[in-house]
């Protein structure tokens, strides 16, 4: 008697595979999403403290004591990196709030709002936001985008 030689997989053995992948991938995605919104949150705060810096900077040198009106004047003047100059990085929008004033009376606000709010591609769930008193605010509530510097400070102060 001739042994049958059989090559390949059966249609059940290949969809218990499917399945099992399907299920690792149910458990999985939605941790690498939250992942990447905590990661998308970090860079904001850290580009935060970074447009803050590179402001203070501005104001000391090129600014004559005045803060920067945009996040374009700071790239420009090689402060922040083009990314952050462009106002999005990282899933948040950047802006650069009520700039007034010069020497002791200067102020300016900044933000940072998750450019998708709500969904699985949701960027981020935190608003974050600081003035020139360097002061770090964030919330969840993204109903409404903190641009002026008075919505900044009502923001809550971040505790991470």
Do not use: C, W
């Amino acid at each position: 008697m001739k042994n049958k030689r059989q090559d390949g997989f059966s249609l059940i053995e290949l969809l218990i595979v499917v399945t099992i992948i399907g299920i690792i991938a149910a458990i999985a995605v939605p941790g690498l999403l939250a992942s990447r919104r905590a990661a998308n949150e970090g860079s904001a705060q850290s580009a935060l403290r970074t447009i803050h810096s590179a402001q203070v900077a501005y104001q000391g040198t090129a600014g004559f004591g005045a803060y920067a009106p945009d996040l374009t004047t700071l790239r420009n003047q090689n402060l922040i990196d083009g990314l952050l100059g462009s106002s999005n990085k990282s899933g948040y929008h950047y802006e650069v709030v009520e700039v007034a004033g010069t020497g002791a009376t200067a102020v300016f606000g900044v933000y940072a709002f998750p450019i998708t709010t709500s969904g699985t591609t949701q960027t981020g769930t935190r608003v974050f936001g600081t003035t020139n008193i360097g002061v770090m605010h964030g919330d969840t509530d993204l109903s409404a985008v903190p641009n002026t510097i008075t919505a900044i400070d009502n923001l809550p102060i971040l505790r991470n």
